[in-house]
């Protein structure tokens, strides 16, 4: 990434950020935690993009190289950890489930950024015990080193729809589907199938971000049905697509 710059991580912090608008590559000394209260959140680094909605949020290690992108009206929370504060004991970017109660606890927190006094250290305690509660989630597009796999990957990115097998994207990339097979196992740690299923759900999110209908993204994202989406989208994010907009 270029034009990497260090940025002091302060204790809490919101930022306000327009559909598309992006905060360009930089890192802290500290840990951070970052929630979107509204929209979605996508992190980007060298290895990846971790993405997450209202009931998520993304863990970004001290030192990691890595950009904000918002998708609909994002308002950014950020939490900042000492370095010798790790309390999930991560030592990369990980996307964590946010319950009710933790969410409300990142708001109030980040709401009062410069609060002192013994509310304020309780405040902290209860979020860090929520903190470490968390379930991590696999929501996370891995970047492609090899070429073979990365063009793969460049045609799903431009059209998430296209329903072509792995043995069709190889004969369009002149590659093997055996040695992509292994390539998508051996990178991304999951098959094929996995993968489109995140990409298309990643930019379903982007899309009903944008305030898309339902139908719409189910038929921009490759899926045979609006029911089949709902129904994915629900397993994975544990509520529907028609209500996202509804949960900041």
């Not at 980040?110 to 209860?126: E, I, K, N, Q």
Request: charged fraction near 20%; hydrophobic fraction near 40%; glycine fraction near 8%.
């Amino acid at each position: 990434m270029p034009n990497i710059r260090h940025t002091p991580a302060a204790p809490a912090h919101i930022l306000a950020l327009a559909a598309g608008e992006r905060v360009d590559a930089h890192r802290h000394d500290n840990h951070q935690i970052v929630y979107a209260g509204s929209g979605v959140l996508a992190v980007t680094t060298d290895a990846g993009t971790w993405f997450a909605p209202g009931n998520r949020a993304i863990w970004v290690p001290a030192g990691t190289v890595h950009a904000h992108r918002a998708h609909g009206h994002l308002e950014l929370h950020t939490l900042g950890l000492p370095v010798g504060d790790n309390p999930l004991r991560l030592d990369a970017p990980t996307v964590l489930a946010v319950s009710p109660l933790l969410r409300e606890l990142i708001l109030a927190y980040t709401r009062d950024p410069t609060g002192t006094g013994p509310a304020r250290r309780r405040l902290r305690a209860v979020l860090m015990d929520q903190l470490r509660a968390s379930p991590h989630e696999p929501v996370q597009l891995p970047t492609a080193t090899d070429p073979r796999l990365a063009a793969v990957c460049a045609l799903l990115h431009t059209d998430p729809a296209d329903p072509g097998t792995l043995a069709e994207f190889g004969a369009r990339t002149h590659t093997g589907e055996r040695t992509l097979s292994r390539l998508f196992r051996s990178e991304f740690g999951m098959t094929f199938p996995q993968w489109r299923t995140q990409l298309r759900l990643y930019h379903a999110l982007k899309m009903l971000a944008d305030d898309l209908p339902v139908t719409v993204v189910a038929h921009r994202c490759g899926w045979s049905s609006t029911s089949a989406f709902i129904d994915v989208f629900r397993r994975a994010y544990g509520y529907t697509p028609g209500t996202h907009n509804r949960r900041a």
